[in-house]
């Protein structure tokens, strides 16, 4: 396994003190691997999980070839080009209850969406475009050859790979296992992340504040974000900002999960004490990302009884706290967790108003998009201050301003992420 040290000494322009997020994120993507522990479950008990082995059809889906509407099964050799054809109905075939008979020259079997096509047939014309007297069924011209029939294995072929290693199973795949008749499928365990927060003047939920002391609410937001997630929570609660503390901590973190996300104690003042006691636990580097908000940043691996859990140094302010997570940490953990699909897509929206923006680092803001005369538009949540929770609370997504980008005038377009499709 490559050290931390070496996969930075791959990466171009690295530079600790101004680090641009694409560069922080390679650094990261090299380092984590996927946990290796799979367990087998019932399939509805692996809702967004991920997927340990590619699950391959046993069948075809559907099995046989079959009517897509409610109508008449007929032979296209039978239609006419131009001209109008009558044809006799000689039964009728049900979904689940199959006409057994032939269909010959001049016959047709009425048909019931999902019903097995009738031997010789190819063709459905719908129930609403003939003329029906008594068994004579007419039928117009100008019908294309097969139309409303769904072929065998049109859905998933037999044999052929249905869902890849590293997908997340989501309701679609849960229906789409259960369409093959599988019943069990392999999954890769749950990812065990712990986290706690650092800081003298946090106080939990339920005391009294006194003057300077604010509540802990990062463990709250993090809480969120990792069983949003999936991952299996281990809360290790605030930890003071103690040296001998912290350590017990990271030790603790270390020989119960596979990765330890913490906040604060990251920022220039406070660094100090926990570089040279994470220097103590493991690899660990402390970034100053090209970035806002979120700045300082520290990642790397601590290690306590030979067990090791990478280690996300996030910085303190609330808002902060979410973005590294959202765009550093959540990408890992899915790493890790397997997945063969972490990134998520952006979209193009105008800006309503103008946006103050400095080139050299890439900026998050908090905004709202909305649908305006027919094309995405957005603005943003008022103050932007990365202790400002509410901007991210009132936000529907994020405005990705790049790393070059400068000032964005009003009706500019900038990239946007939605949030719910963050977890
Ligand atoms: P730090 O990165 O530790 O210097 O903290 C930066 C700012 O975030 C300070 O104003 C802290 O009070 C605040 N902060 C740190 N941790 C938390 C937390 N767990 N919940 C709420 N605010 C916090
Ligand atoms: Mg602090």
Redesign the pocket.
């Known amino acids: 396994m490559s050290s931390l040290k070496q996969i930075i000494s791959c990466t171009s322009d690295y530079d600790p003190d101004a680090l641009p997020v694409a560069r922080a994120n390679e650094v990261i993507r090299s380092f984590v691997k996927p946990v290796s522990g799979v367990e087998k479950l019932p399939v509805r008990a692996a809702l967004g999980r991920v997927l340990a082995k590619e699950v391959v059809s046993p069948i075809n889906v559907p099995s046989h070839d079959n009517s897509a509407m409610d109508g008449y099964a007929v032979r296209n050799d039978n239609l006419g080009a131009s001209e109008p054809v009558t044809l006799t109905e000689i039964g009728t075939a049900y979904a689940g209850r199959e006409f057994t008979g032939e269909v010959r020259r001049g016959e047709c079997v009425r048909v019931m969406t999902g019903a097995v096509m009738p031997r010789n047939t190819d063709t459905v014309i719908i129930q609403e475009a003939v003329d029906v007297d008594g068994k004579r069924v007419s039928i117009p011209p100008g019908q294309e050859p097969g139309q409303n029939r769904r072929l065998a294995g049109e859905d998933l072929q037999k044999g052929r790979p249905a869902l890849k290693a590293g997908a997340l199973l989501r309701p679609a795949e849960i229906g789409l296992i259960a369409s093959l008749g599988i019943g069990e499928v392999s999954v890769r365990r749950k990812l065990k992340v712990a986290f706690f927060?650092?800081?003298d003047?946090?106080v939990s939920v339920g005391k009294k504040l006194k003057p300077g002391e604010?509540?802990?609410?990062?463990?709250?937001?993090l809480w969120g974000m990792l069983t949003r997630l999936g991952c299996e929570v281990i809360d290790l609660g605030?930890v003071r900002?103690d040296p001998k503390r912290l350590e017990e901590a990271f030790c603790r973190a270390a020989a119960s999960a596979d990765a330890v996300v913490t906040?604060?104690?990251?920022?220039v003042?406070?660094a100090d004490f926990t570089r040279e006691m994470m220097a103590k636990l493991g690899e660990v580097v402390f970034w100053k990302i090209a970035m806002r908000p979120g700045r300082?940043m520290a990642f790397g691996r601590v290690r306590a009884r030979r067990k090791s859990a990478y280690l996300f140094g996030?910085?303190?302010?609330?808002v902060?706290?979410m973005v590294t997570f959202y765009y550093f940490v959540r990408g890992a953990l899915l790493t890790m967790m397997g997945r063969n699909d972490t990134d998520l897509p952006l979209l193009r929206a105008r800006a309503e108003t103008a946006m103050r923006k400095k080139p050299g680092r890439t900026e998050y803001q908090r905004g709202i998009l909305e649908l305006k005369n027919g094309e995405w538009s957005v603005r943003l949540t008022g103050a932007q201050g990365?202790?400002v929770?509410r901007s991210m609370s009132e936000a529907n997504c994020f405005v990705v301003l790049g790393h070059d980008q400068g000032v964005v005038k009003a009706g500019d377009y900038v990239e946007v992420m939605v949030m719910d499709g963050l977890v």
């Open positions: 927060s650092t800081g003047e946090l604010v509540y802990d609410s990062n463990r709250y937001t605030v900002d906040s604060g104690g990251v920022s003042g406070e300082p996030l910085p303190g302010n609330p902060a706290v990365s202790g929770l």
